[in-house]
């Protein structure tokens, strides 16, 4: 019979034991998270070299503590913010303004980006840009939590991680973004990472738009689903754009709310727009918020580079008729 110590001797040289298995494993597991880092690391790097239209890159890459306007809102507000548009109407203005509007964002979407501002930045003002689309669907609001394209443009922040997570356990975002905005898995895997981050509309920004009857219905499909017509949802976004309004006053800022010009092909296809209206116009009368509704003024094709959204020649002819008015009716200077 052979005995203990020859049949552990047997043993060992038989093949690796259980705690060199265990160690292989270990330290593969961390050269692989090394390596991830590393990348991640490289990821985010490259994201403050291409980034451009990503509000939170915004906020991480403002240069001024504060702010006499900050613009919210989705598509329409945009075009504020291209090219050099914005920095001509700080010009005309004399006014700071930080446009933190983001393409098919609700109010929900939109008070994240406004709390994450001003956790570092302060502002005198918030102008919103309304459009009744954004009010209809989780698909403008929580769903937008989870799109890659903004995921991967978004700097990492611990404050801003937290956040996130706020969100998903009391606003009913799903936790699945959260994870892929810490571990950055769609910021690693962006295809486009060498690409400056432009919403693909401001590369129309100088062209005038030939009006299409097919297009503008193609446009109000997508926008309007069939929950359009569902006023709990209805009722919890206004709630939603409600508690924006009192974030910015808790904070110390006023708010004013716009509609921007719209062609009047588009805006007469918009289901439930003037329930819409009423019902926005009432939540804004009882916080006296004022509230201008511009969609119907400037009907002409020249004025837009698509269905929906105004071109350079647009703007100008806006901004010079309704918007610098507004932006210089406050005339308190926060520095």
């Known amino acids: 019979m052979q005995s203990k110590a020859s049949v552990k001797r047997s043993e060992q040289s038989s ?37 451009d239209a990503n509000p939170f890159f915004k906020v991480a890459t403002a ?8 613009i919210l809102g989705a598509s329409h507000a945009m075009p504020l913010d291209f090219a050099d548009f914005n920095a001509h109407i700080e010009r005309e ?9 983001s393409p098919g964002t609700g109010p929900l979407y939109n008070r994240f980006v406004l709390e994450h501002f001003l956790s570092r930045h302060r502002t005198a003002n918030v102008l919103y840009v309304v459009d009744s689309f954004a009010f209809y669907a989780p698909t403008w609001n929580e769903d937008r939590f989870a799109d890659a394209k903004l995921l991967r443009r978004t700097p990492f922040e611990p404050g801003l991680a937290l956040r996130f997570l706020d969100y998903a356990m009391n606003e009913g975002v799903e936790a699945a973004p959260v994870l892929d905005y810490i571990t950055g898995f769609s910021k690693i895997n962006n295809r486009k990472r060498f690409e400056r981050d432009i919403w ?24 309007y689903p069939e929950t ?12 939603e754009f409600a508690e924006l309004i009192a974030l910015a006053r808790r904070e110390g800022a006023s708010v004013a709310v716009i509609k921007l010009p719209v062609p009047a092909e588009y805006e007469s296809q918009l289901p439930n727009e003037v329930a819409f209206d009423a019902a926005v116009s009432q939540l804004l009368a ?9 969609s119907l003024t400037m009907d002409a094709p020249h004025f837009y580079f698509d ?14 008729r309704h918007l610098k008015a507004i932006l210089i009716e406050d005339k308190s200077r926060r520095w």
Do not use: C, M
């Not at 240069?63 to 900050?70: E, L, Q």
């Not at 920004?205 to 926008?223: M, N, W």
């Open 15 to 51: 093949g690796p034991s259980w705690r060199s298995l265990k160690k292989a494993a270990v330290l593969f597991v961390g050269i692989g998270l090394l390596l991830y880092a590393g990348v991640y690391y490289a990821a985010e790097r490259l994201l403050y070299r291409t980034g």
């Open 63 to 70: 240069i001024h503590g504060s702010y006499d306007w900050v």
């Open 93 to 101: 203005t004399e006014r700071q303004i930080l446009n933190l509007a």
């Open 200 to 223: 693909e509309g401001e590369k129309r920004f100088e062209r005038t738009y030939r009006p299409s009857a097919s297009a503008t219905r193609k446009r109000i499909t997508y926008l």
């Open 228 to 239: 359009a017509s569902d006023p709990d949802i209805f009722k919890r976004y206004l709630e």
């Open 286 to 294: 009882a916080r006296q918020v004022p509230y201008r509704d511009f």
């Open 307 to 320: 269905t929906d959204h105004l071109n350079r020649n647009g703007l100008t002819e806006f901004f010079n």
